[in-house]
């Protein structure tokens, strides 16, 4: 049976209280508060994050497919999902797709990886949805939409959750959309947007799994679901009949938003935290239709879940960040740019020719003297032998900071700009930027990882790479 060989999620260190939101703007606001994206990050990069931490214990050359969900994609025309594959440093051989245009592309792609396996064209496709919407400042939405990531591995062996059935409708209805020259998400009428569209879908979706399945409400542990905000899906859990003081956590949507096309996929990795084997989970999703899943966990779980990195770590290890920041992160206000630096472009033949070992971090190992190093040379710097070594990958790899300098003039949108020196463990040393952090917490000697960031945005491309961040 075809079902969920592992999975991760990835939430912004970033948290924006909505509070003070609402208090920028005059207006009452939610309690709680919504995960923010670095001013590095992006859907893309948050997508990277989130698949590592799936693939923490998966041999990556047993992955046979990349499928990536999301609506706020930083390309209109390029494909996502294959830098996504170079940065986990996947097979070459393998089908990439990218699934957009939908808050339920993250569903869709669940659906066509079950039937490519059920049809032995694949053993393992990683499906990954990502999010960073904005709506506009000010506005209702603004409050609601957070910033998040899941991954998820479908295979047909080692399986943790089994996924035993599935149901699909579509609906053709203008509640929520963007269009080809629109930044922010426009909406339609509050009222005609939940009465007709979402809470009449979900609920739908929700109640016709249930026949399907000859099942009920009460045969499910937890209900894994996409929402608007904590009223309107307590609503329409309760109208397909599950209790939703049990079978719900509310903390997502309190403590991260709405984060699209990643929602109901984040909410789904909670619940098989928590999960015990037999559990059974109901899966639902929404966009211009709904679908929904039922999930049986089996005794794979407490395996699948020994080494990542679970939703509550994510959920208590945070910053606050104010309004002010968020506005400068995303460029929702116009700032100055310096003015002794020229806009930097990165020449696209040097970044196809290092594709193989910058974006996956790969860096070498000389087969004569041992030496480790990166960037990949062809003469080693140790004993000069030339054209002789072995691929040394960096990326998944802890260090312990050897130094680092705090630059004050740099700009930036959250200056100051830190340098980091790390020596990497099992050899090997890496210079970057460091991210996520403040300079006074940072000191010679802690503990360091590496996460996938943006670096910088020029004629609209974003050029990728990785920066040096604090195991936390």
Known sequence: MAGIVSYGAYIPYSRLPRAEVGSFWGRRAAPGEKAVANYDEDAITIAVEAARNCLRDVDRSKVDGLFFASTSSPFKEKQASSLIAAALHLPKEIPTADFSNSLRGGTIALQLTLNTIKAKMA????????????????????????????????????????????????????????????????????????????????????????????????DFAKVALFGPDRRNMLGAIGGAGFDAKTQFDTSLIDNVGNT????????????????????????????????????????????????????KNYLEVKRTIPYSKYLRFHELIEMEVGRDRPPHLSSPPVLWRAVKNSLPLIGHKCRHCGKIQYPAERVCMSC???????????ADREGTLFTFSIDDMAPSPDPPTLHSITDVDGGGRLSCLMTDCDPQEVKIGMRIKMSF????????????????TLVR
């Open 260 to 311: 699209g096309a990643a929602s109901a996929f984040i909410s789904l990795a909670a619940a098989l935290d928590e999960a015990k084997p037999g559990d059974r989970i109901l899966l639902a999703n929404y966009g211009g239709g709904a679908d929904a899943f039922i999930l049986k966990v089996t005794d794979e779980i407490e395996k699948g879940r020994s080494n990542k990195r679970g939703i």
């Open 123 to 218: 053993k393992n496709i990683l499906v990954i949805a990502s999010d960073c919407r904005r709506a506009f400042p000010g506005s209702a939405l603004e409050n609601d939409f957070g910033d998040g990531a899941c991954a998820c591995l479908v295979g047909d062996s080692g399986v943790l959750a089994t996924i035993d059935d599935s149901y699909v409708h579509y609906d053709e209805i203008i509640d929520k959309w963007r269009g080809e020259n629109d930044r922010f998400v426009q909406y339609w009428e509050d009222r005609y947007v939940l009465t007709a569209g979402y809470t009449p879908n979900i609920t739908k979706a929700m109640s016709n799994m249930l026949k399907k399945g000859n099942s009920s409400p009460g």
């Open 384 to 394: 000069g032998s030339k054209d002789d070594f072995d691929d040394y990958p960096f």
């Open 453 to 468: 960031r943006k670096l910088s945005v020029t004629y609209s491309y974003p050029n990728y790479w990785w920066k040096s």
